[in-house]
């Protein structure tokens, strides 16, 4: 249930994405052809990072079936790197994720994060900095367990032995028995994400994630929308479509040459 509602028009949210005062608002995704900066699809959300997703998906499944546009990369922000969206571009779609992965695992309190330990995919293990193992299970079950949590990660735990033993155990977990780690199912798609980042491909999508982020700021400096003028989503997805046609047209005006003189 959300904090605040509108009395207004109730499918707003409240929100200050822009570190500025919060207010009621819906959010405008584009789907843009990054080589020419056409908009290719319009979406109208909710202005939550859950709907948002949604929406990249639902955009991305019409210009599938409406144009037959089979993209090869995807560029986002980190909005767009959460492992399920990330897992569903890589394993449903085959597209590149060309995104930031959402990552909290990073510890700040001095002691190892998950980067330090290393993944082994033909063991389905992991090895600490000291060498030792973590395992997702260390005894055979009767009934075969997957493991999967409701998050949708599985845990890999180390041995008490091992940790109590250990000399690094107090930069490794120092108010626990024994380190553990999760790791989510969709770990995979996720290491393709943080691969792709290290090419020099990502860092030229980096470049042209700028003319996505141009429209934007058309959509509010020279368009004026800073305000919608009608409520509810129907309105909200309409003033949108009219919008990112202006913009469509505006590009296609720079597109057509100039008329040629007429010879006297």
Known sequence: MPKFIAPADPATRWTA???GPAFFAYSANYLVDADN???VDVEATTAIRQAETLAAKRMI???LERFELYPERLIGDTAYGSAEMLDWLVEERGIEPHIPVFDKSQRTDGTFSCDDFTYDHA???YHCPA???LQHYRRRFAMPRIGIMKDNSMRYRASKRDCQACPLKPRCCPREPA???SRSIYEGARDLAR???KTEAYQTSRRQRKKVEMLFAHLKRILKLDRLRL???NGARDEFHLAATAQNLRKLATLVPAALPIPV
């Open 231 to 233: 409520r509810g989503p």
């Open 131 to 133: 060498g030792k193992t």
């Open 123 to 125: 063991t389905d293990t």
């Open 61 to 63: 499944e019409r210009s």
């Open 195 to 197: 691969e792709i980042a």
């Open 179 to 181: 380190r553990k780690i």
């Open 17 to 19: 994405a822009h570190r």
């Open 37 to 39: 900066a056409i908009i």
